[in-house]
């Protein structure tokens, strides 16, 4: 059993798909990039970028019934590895202690000429999503 949590700005796809295992539930969360609520990148560095795809991540495990603290692998796209560290310190304060299974690679491009984006997997016992 699963279901779909859509995509409430572009759509087209689902921000999270939650699929019941037993007492476990696997959430997947699509890739994120740093837009705002218009669905424009509007910040003016990348630090800016990083936190606003983490908060858009976040928004999508939540309605999918998880947080943060549920998630189990994380995979980044970057258009230039230059940026690496900048990210990696925005993850490092996000897991702080429990970090997930990650991996990072270079992108020739992505959506909305974005610097970075992030999907992830989470697990959490019942997950209750969230419309």
């Not at 007492?23 to 669905?39: C, E, F, P, Q, V």
């Not at 230039?80 to 270079?106: C, H, I, M, W």
């Not at 959506?111 to 697990?123: G, M, Q, T």
């Amino acid at each position: 059993m699963f279901k779909r949590i859509p995509n409430q700005l572009i759509g087209g796809f689902s921000d999270a798909v939650v699929v019941d295992m037993g007492d476990y539930s696997t959430i997947y969360i699509s890739g994120m990039i740093g837009h705002d609520a218009s669905g424009k990148i509007t910040a003016k560095d990348f630090e800016g970028e990083t936190q606003q795809c983490w908060g858009n991540i976040a928004r999508g495990l939540e309605r999918a019934g998880a947080s943060l603290k549920d998630v189990v692998r994380i995979t980044a796209y970057l258009t230039d590895l230059n940026d690496y560290a900048v990210y990696a310190k925005a993850r490092r304060t996000l897991f702080e202690g429990n970090p997930p299974a990650s991996a990072t690679v270079q992108v020739a491009g992505l959506l909305l000429n974005a610097r970075l984006e992030v999907d992830a997997i989470a697990i959490v016992k019942h997950a209750r999503a969230k419309n």
